[in-house]
C-alpha cells in the first residue's frame, strides 16, 4: 500500500496550491483520508480529514479556506488552499486509516505519505 503526495511547493501569502494524494495497493472505500501538516519542532497536527461517504472535518485554523475532497473512483484525495499565510508553513502527509469518522491523532492512521513541502513567504 502506497501514498504518493504531490503539488506542494512556494507560495506567496495570500495564494493557492492544490495537494494531491494517491492511493494505490488496495481500496480506500470505508477508510478516513486525511491531511496532517507538521512544521519545524512542532507536532503533527490535523487539517483536515474526508470519510468515504464524504463528511469533512478541519482544524479550526484552516477552516472557510481550505477544503478537502476525494475521488473514490480514483482512490485520490485532494487537498484545496487558499488565502495561503506563513503559517500554513510545513511539510503535510496525507494520512489513511479505516474509519467511519475522522479522528484527529495521527497515531491513529495506518497509512501515510512522503509528505510535502508548502512553503509561504510574507
Known amino acids: 500500500v502506497q501514498l504518493q503526495a504531490s503539488g506542494g511547493g512556494l507560495v506567496q501569502t495570500g495564494g493557492s496550491l492544490r495537494l494531491s494524494c494517491a492511493a494505490s495497493?488496495?481500496?480506500?472505500?470505508?477508510?478516513?483520508m486525511a491531511w496532517f501538516r507538521q512544521a519545524p519542532e512542532k507536532q503533527r497536527e490535523l487539517v483536515a480529514g474526508?470519510?468515504?461517504?464524504?463528511?469533512?472535518k478541519y482544524a479550526d485554523s484552516v477552516e472557510d479556506r481550505f477544503t478537502i475532497s476525494r475521488h473514490n473512483g480514483k482512490n485520490t484525495v485532494y487537498l484545496e488552499m487558499n488565502s495561503l499565510k506563513p503559517e500554513d508553513t510545513a511539510v503535510y502527509y496525507c494520512?489513511?486509516?479505516?474509519?467511519?469518522?475522522?479522528?484527529?491523532?495521527?497515531?491513529?492512521?495506518?497509512?501515510w505519505g512522503q509528505g510535502t513541502q508548502v512553503t509561504v513567504s510574507s
Open positions: 494520512a489513511a486509516t479505516r474509519s467511519t469518522r475522522v479522528l484527529n491523532s495521527p497515531r491513529l492512521y495506518e497509512y
Open positions: 495497493g488496495r481500496t480506500f472505500s470505508g477508510y478516513v
Open positions: 474526508i470519510t468515504s461517504g464524504g463528511t469533512t
